[in-house]
């Protein structure tokens, strides 16, 4: 069972640069053995957070906690080197004078025996056994992120800091390199805070996700929570494509085209954005310029006509003229279907998938 006491809480971080905040009160917790991610685009605050956790930049307000104790907060700071904090930033820097080995070996410490045999096991499980001889500038920029975290989790450190760990690797070195750098984390119980603005590898790696925009914190969750229960529109759109259908509430239902969706809850006569993603349309075949029968889980079909369809490996990305208003719309179907531009189809919109927001003004 896991321990209630968080390995890592940070409590309502605040830091302005220049009079502006880029870190607007955000708090959160890691669990022993946890991995969270910090997911957001470029600049919405998420490596300001982490320097401020390492303690290589001091918040402006806000608390830091290890294992129930008190790190730092505005007026008391115990500094980096003794938080046991592991840390591999986006700008590694390998010591240049230092062979591979020695690089991954420098925070460790007792037996010397020891040190070469972590040493060894680490080079091997990132797949640089052969390399410990090698000094840096020998290296690829992917070989050098790897000895980085060879380095960062030799010494078993009890929380983890990274930033965009992986993002100087190709696709195939990198999910290896993934899986195995979090079955060493999770193998020594280390807390994890990762940071990146990729959704597929906060999918992959996440027991927890905080989607971060501006600054905020805006939804946190297991990633099926955060992928399947969106907050608004823009989180939705952050892990897939997606259409959108404007309407207005009467009557608790707002009409569309595509028949009528219910809008429990929201306003009568406000404006709502209706989302679905690509891979929740149904596409069905025209019948002498007629549809199939509307059904209550898919609603009425709209018609549009094909403007290109595209072959995407495990899906097809069919992209459609709306007849009703012009709209582009896109679908995804698995495997291989490329119907030829201008062929009318007709669309069908997932009851079960769509998600409806309030516009806001
Ligand atoms: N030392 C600094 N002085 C002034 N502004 C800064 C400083 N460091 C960061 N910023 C600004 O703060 C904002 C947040 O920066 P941060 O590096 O935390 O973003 P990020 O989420 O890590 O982005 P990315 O995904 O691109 O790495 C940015 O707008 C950035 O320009
Ligand atoms: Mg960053």
Redo the contacts with the bound molecule.
């Keep these: 069972m896991q321990s209630a006491t968080p390995r890592l809480e940070i409590r309502n971080l605040v830091r302005n640069?220049?009079g502006?905040r880029?870190?607007d009160d955000v708090s959160l917790k890691v669990m022993p053995g946890q991995v969270t991610c910090l997911l957001?685009?470029?600049?919405?605050?998420?490596?300001?957070?982490l320097r401020m956790i390492a303690g290589v930049e001091m918040q402006d307000s806000g608390e830091i906690w290890v294992d129930g104790n008190l790190v730092c907060d505005t007026s008391f700071r115990i500094p980096p080197e003794r938080r046991h904090i592991g840390l591999m930033f986006?700008d590694f820097a390998l010591f240049p004078h230092l062979t591979v080995r020695a690089n991954v070996a420098f925070g460790l410490s007792g037996d010397k025996a020891d040190i070469q045999r972590r040493v060894d096991e680490l080079l091997e499980r990132v797949g640089l056994s052969s390399y410990g001889g090698k000094y840096p500038h020998e290296l690829s920029g992917g070989e050098q992120q790897r000895v980085a975290l060879a380095r960062a989790l030799a010494p078993r450190p009890s929380i983890m800091l990274m930033?965009?760990p992986f993002s100087g690797l190709d696709n195939r070195l990198r999910d290896g390199i993934r899986d195995e750098t979090l079955d060493i984390l999770r193998e020594q119980d280390t807390a994890v805070l990762l940071?990146t603005?990729e959704p597929e590898e906060a999918m992959r790696m996440a027991d927890e996700i905080a989607l971060?925009r501006n600054?905020r914190i805006v939804q946190q969750g297991a990633p099926y929570n955060i992928y399947n229960a969106p907050v608004d529109r823009d989180a939705v759109a952050f892990f897939s494509d997606i259409n959108v259908i404007r309407g207005k509430v009467q009557g608790a239902l707002v009409h569309t085209a595509f028949g009528r969706f219910l809008t429990p809850g929201v306003q009568e006569g406000s404006e709502v954005d209706i989302v679905i993603r690509p891979q929740h349309i149904k596409i069905d075949f025209d019948r002498n310029g007629r549809g199939p029968d509307p059904t209550i889980e898919m609603g009425t079909a709209a018609r549009g006509v094909v403007r290109r369809a595209r072959f995407m490996g495990s899906e097809s990305l069919v992209e459609f003229r709306m007849d009703h208003d012009g709209s582009i719309m896109r679908a995804t179907v698995p495997n291989v279907f490329l119907p030829k531009p201008g062929k009318p189809l007709w669309l069908m919109i997932r009851r079960d998938k769509c998600f409806t927001f309030p516009v806001r003004a």
């Design positions: 640069y220049d502006r880029v870190v957001g685009p470029s600049g919405c605050g998420k490596s300001t957070t986006q930033d965009e940071v603005h971060m600054g």
